[in-house]
């Protein structure tokens, strides 16, 4: 954005602006940014979260094998979500990002709401397509305001913050969903899930400013992608940790699209019992169980990893993959237990451990790529960061394992041939703690670098 379209838009522009003129301290104005900021992510996984719950009944309704609904729980959606993140990031890098945020919110809420018309495959892949499209303008644009909104000794705990909206809008959608969707079915559940978005995207443009515009001047503008791609990808720790993510990312993603699946295959007998005795839906318990262990222990995970990335970082840099590296290890340990015990309770119990360990990262691994990137290419970097780790996580995560839970199913059947394709995917995080572990070697010169604005 030049500097005469900035002072076309005095919402944006300044703390004087009506856009909160309620919160005139800078500490209010934060604490409101950074709950919005949250609140949208939190929206984002929702989002995502609630085609995995109601999974089930989506399939049987539209007639989907294993293969096709692992392409709409996360193939389809990491088609553009991937691959227009990179310039929706340039645009943010250079201009309002308070602006593609909120467009971004209101864009993938809609697509959300219209899912719930889709009569066939083809339309339901269509839709989560663009509900990718607008999620891609979420995450980097809004890691790259907290950034520059606080201070370097509060980053890791205020990004972590950010990144409570994944496991609280992730059990939202499991909660609600499973409720939900025994009442009014998949497709009004799915329509419900958009609306929220429409008042949070409406929020977001009226009440938040960039920074970089309140001082009336063009942001520096970014190097060429190309000259971003290269300093970065000449960075062997940012390309581990992008790696690392990635690789986490395919754990998670491919464990979550079929949790309800598995404990609505493999443990329906218990299930039975259960919904008996506590006067609830087999799915409805699946939902407060996976939303609300999960989510806790998810949330507690991003705080620790946060307040672990302000202190231990602080000290060494380098604990900030360490961190990482060891929820990785934990998280995959979590999810394997998770699909291997036979009871039910237990297992879902256990999704708590896996949860906590999933989002451990999330404070100090994001702070690692910022510290990696130069101050003006952050959201790119992010950005990224995030077509990798949709494309393997999103992409190649949901559905793999779906391709593989077809296959074992011609061998052991449809409840233990999930099992077994379910118990393949924490392999992958393993990989991810070795990349973040591998990661450590040079990130310190790595990161002094980057602060100067230089490379080898």
Not at 23 to 33: A, F, H, L, P, V
Not at 43 to 58: G, S
Not at 442 to 448: A, E, P
């Amino acid at each position: 954005m030049s500097s005469s379209e900035a002072k076309s838009h005095p919402v944006a522009a300044g703390p004087t602006s009506p856009a909160a003129p309620h919160m005139s301290g800078k500490g209010t104005y934060r604490t409101w940014m950074l709950g919005l900021l949250a609140a949208a992510y939190a929206l984002n996984l929702l989002d995502r979260q609630i085609i995995n719950i109601v999974a089930e009944p989506l399939k049987r309704d539209l007639g989907l094998s294993d293969a096709q609904l692992g392409a709409v729980t996360g193939l389809s959606f990491a088609l553009l979500y991937s691959v227009v993140a990179v310039p929706i990031a340039r645009v943010a890098d250079r201009g309002n990002r308070v602006r593609v945020i909120g467009i971004a919110v209101l864009v993938w809420s809609a697509f959300t709401a219209a899912s719930g018309a889709a009569t066939n495959f083809v339309q339901l892949l269509a839709m989560r397509v663009g509900v990718g499209v607008g999620e891609a303008g979420c995450g980097p644009p809004s890691q790259s305001l907290i950034a520059d909104e606080f201070p370097p000794e509060k980053r890791s705990s205020a990004l972590a913050i950010f990144w409570l909206g994944a496991p609280v809008g992730a059990a939202l959608g499991l909660v609600a969903g499973g409720l939900l969707v025994s009442q009014i079915g998949w497709r009004w559940t799915v329509v419900a899930a958009g609306v929220p978005g429409l008042l949070v995207g409406a929020l977001v443009l009226r009440t938040l400013r960039d920074p970089r515009l309140s001082r009336r001047e063009a942001p520096p503008a970014p190097p060429p992608l190309k000259t971003v791609l290269g300093r970065l990808l000449s960075r062997r720790p940012f390309v581990l940790v992008m790696l690392g993510c990635g690789l986490l990312s395919f754990t998670n993603y491919a464990s979550m699209a079929f949790a309800a699946s598995f404990y609505l295959r493999v443990h329906k007998a218990q299930l039975e019992t259960l919904s008996t005795s506590l006067g609830l839906e087999p799915i409805a318990i699946i939902g407060l169980g996976l939303g609300l262990l999960g989510g806790a222990g998810g949330a507690i995970g991003a705080i620790v990893g946060g307040q672990l990335g302000n202190r231990l970082g602080s000290i060494d840099a380098r604990w900030l993959v360490f961190i990482s590296a060891i929820g990785s290890a934990l998280c995959a340990a979590g999810y394997f237990a998770m699909f291997s015990v036979p009871d039910v309770r237990a297992s879902l119990c256990i999704f708590f451990i896996a949860g906590f360990f999933s989002n451990l990262w999330a404070g100090p691994g994001t702070l690692a790529l910022q510290r990696l990137a130069e101050a003006p290419t952050r959201a790119t970097a992010l950005a990224i960061n995030l077509f990798v780790s949709s494309a393997i996580g999103l992409g190649l995560g949901p559905f793999l394992i779906g391709i593989l839970s077809d296959h074992f199913a011609a061998i052991q059947g449809e409840a233990d041939g999930l099992r077994t394709a379910l118990l393949c995917a924490p392999l992958a995080g393993l990989l991810s703690a070795a990349c973040y572990f591998a990661a450590s070697i040079g990130l310190r010169r790595q990161i002094s670098l980057a602060e100067k604005g230089e490379t080898e």
